[in-house]
């Protein structure tokens, strides 16, 4: 009996252990970084428009063209009375602090390197992804015209940046765009090189990065195009990044259109009320407060005259005009 007994504890272990390596082959070869379509999908259901192949919103460069003369005032305004409190990302350090940056968000996310993990990602991403090279550069693979590169690096610092002039090169010719990058990066005097590479960092350092699982290892790529954080806002893939005056806010795809409109219903009146108030035709405190029938109507004809010069799409003026009633 204790022999029967013996056999069948020894039994039960052997299936224990071949059921444990069936389920662990089983979540290695389901698990995916990348985003499927149809998860994307569903985590985007305001979106209406086009799409990606892999499901990511694509908001016309129209608008993307549009947005570059919004402020982050005027669109942190549309967010917060729209419910979204928490779009804002700041304390970077840039390169081209003058410039603005406006795309599309691709999102990466690494975490400290950890050798079991890393080792199983890097075979299923070379042997049955098709992916190649180091998982640093397996989300810039996917990069296209009017990305920006979105990576959350935990803040590393020291034997941590990922990004250098090699890879800053490479996402510029992929995007003609920057980066949103919450961690070091290096060869800062290459990338400020490449002249239109607005970026936004948390910070620089000469050292680089490792990526050998069987020795030094940094970091481990857990996530591509999947919900991300930076700083304080949560982050899409197909988010349209804002980058400028030193702070980024992520604008979901759906609101796109309202944030710029907003912006430049706002700019025409501040370029109309500027005006005027030079112009000493009213006080400061006509301005400030409600505008009157008077104003409102004065408004409409200087839109209506000064249709061509001004800084904003004339159909998009006509647009307005024909929602006045003044």
Request: proline share 5%; no cysteine.
């Amino acid at each position: 009996n204790l022999d029967l007994i013996t056999f069948r504890i020894n039994q039960t272990t052997t299936m224990i252990r071949i059921l444990s390596i069936l389920l662990f082959a089983y979540a290695i070869s389901s698990y995916s970084q990348q985003i499927s379509k149809e998860e994307l999908v569903f985590l985007t259901p305001e979106w209406k428009g086009d799409r990606y192949l892999d499901g990511r919103p694509k908001v016309p460069v129209t608008l993307l063209e549009r947005m570059k003369k919004v402020t982050l005032e005027e669109a942190w305004a549309v967010l917060k009375n729209e419910n979204y409190k928490y779009q804002y990302a700041e304390n970077w350090m840039t390169i081209n602090p003058d410039s603005v940056l406006v795309g599309r968000a691709v999102t990466a996310i690494f975490v400290p390197g950890r050798p079991d993990i890393h080792r199983v990602i890097d075979e299923k991403g070379h042997d049955q992804d098709g992916r190649i090279k180091s998982q640093n550069s397996w989300t810039i693979d996917l990069l296209v015209p009017g990305d920006v590169y979105v990576v959350d690096q935990f803040g590393a610092h020291i034997d941590g940046p990922t990004i250098g002039d090699n890879l800053g090169n490479s996402i510029y010719a992929k995007t003609g765009n920057g980066i949103v990058y919450n961690g070091a990066i290096r060869d800062i005097s290459g990338l400020k090189e490449i002249g239109s590479f607005t970026s936004f960092f948390k910070s620089y350092h000469p050292s680089h990065h490792l990526n050998k699982p069987d020795g030094q290892l940094n970091t481990t790529l857990i996530g591509i195009n999947k919900p991300t954080r930076i700083g304080m806002a949560t982050v899409m893939p197909g988010d349209v990044v804002l980058g400028r005056d030193g702070g980024v806010i992520f604008i979901p795809p759906h609101l796109v259109e309202k944030v710029v409109k907003t912006s430049e219903i706002v700019r025409l009146r501040d370029m109309f009320g500027h005006l005027r108030l030079r112009e000493q035709k009213y006080t400061p405190g006509q301005i400030d407060s409600r505008w009157s029938d008077e104003i409102e109507k004065d408004f409409s004809k200087w839109l209506n005259d000064q249709i061509d010069e001004l800084p904003v799409p004339k159909e998009q003026i006509q647009e307005l005009l024909k929602t006045r009633t003044w």
